[in-house]
């Protein structure tokens, strides 16, 4: 198991400097991602028995990245116009189904798919979009990676019932290496070290939040692994969980920082 984790790492480490540099290239390997990550992520909630519409939800959840790609806009809020759109559409296809029984299941659970994957890992894209935003995407990639490095260690159950695996001596280690990661991304980020901590702290717990939202979902569906993407990691999701929490919000927090 442990090699296969780790030619499984050398070779996602490979694809991805391979493709960072790159802006539009990085966006679709993203992209890559986001779909691949929908297909697990709606393939564990059929096995859970939930009716879905997962090659729609697919499809419209890989617009979402690709309309930032190709710097695609309809109108000035054209994500929550086309959250709408999906929406509308939904409800018009559960017109044409034969049941109406899971009807509010079937439709929250599909929005929540394509907003929870598609949705937050797309904002990836858009720092990479930003100024100095090769540096800013290797920062958030940094920090929050370092971070479930550092939460692999300890034996004192932190929520057994959701990751029986995580421990509270690793929440703090994780912490730990994810300021690491922050104080090692200030040729990037040209912040003072206090701002540094900060965002490692910040970033940090966003991350380990993230990993455990994604084991309560697994938990929920009875599985172990989202895929089997990545042999002796597990799936995409399992790949990118911490990362969709501290997309949006380092995207936002820079935003604002670069102002």
């Known amino acids: ?34 779909i691949i990550g929908l297909y697990e992520f709606f393939t564990m909630l059929e096995k859970k028995g939930i009716s879905i519409y997962k090659y729609f939800g697919i499809g419209m959840g890989a617009i979402i990245p690709l309309s930032i790609v190709f710097r695609f806009e309809l109108t000035r809020s054209w994500e929550l116009l086309f959250i709408v759109l999906t929406l509308l559409f939904l409800i018009v296809m559960q017109f044409l ?14 929005m929540f798919g394509i907003l929870y994957v598609a949705w937050f890992f ?6 990479r979009y930003l100024t100095n935003g090769l540096g800013l995407l290797v920062s958030v990639l940094m920090i929050t990676k370092l971070g479930e490095i550092g939460s692999r260690f300890g034996k004192t159950p932190l929520i057994p019932r ?40 910040l970033l940090g ?6 990993d455990l939202s994604e084991s309560l979902m697994k938990r929920d569906c009875q599985v172990k692994d989202s895929g089997s993407f990545a042999p ?18 380092f995207y936002f927090y820079m935003s604002i920082v670069l102002k």
């Open 205 to 210: 717990i966003l991350g380990q939040l993230g």
């Open 122 to 127: 797309s904002f990836l894209i858009k720092i």
């Open 1 to 34: 198991m442990l090699i296969k984790r780790i030619i499984s790492s050398t070779i996602l480490i490979s694809v991805i400097v391979a493709t960072v540099f790159i802006d539009w290239l990085c966006g679709l390997l993203v992209t890559l991602f986001i």
């Open 232 to 249: 002796g990691i597990g799936g995409v999701l399992d790949l990118i969980d911490s990362l969709l929490f501290t997309g949006p919000v």
């Open 97 to 110: 189904r034969r049941e109406n029984s899971g009807v509010i299941v079937g439709i929250s659970t599909t």
């Open 162 to 201: 959701i990751s029986p695996k995580k421990s509270v001596e690793g929440a703090i280690g994780g912490l730990i290496f994810s300021i690491l990661g922050a104080l090692a991304s200030r040729a990037f980020l040209n912040f003072p070290y206090s701002h540094l901590i900060f965002t490692g702290i």
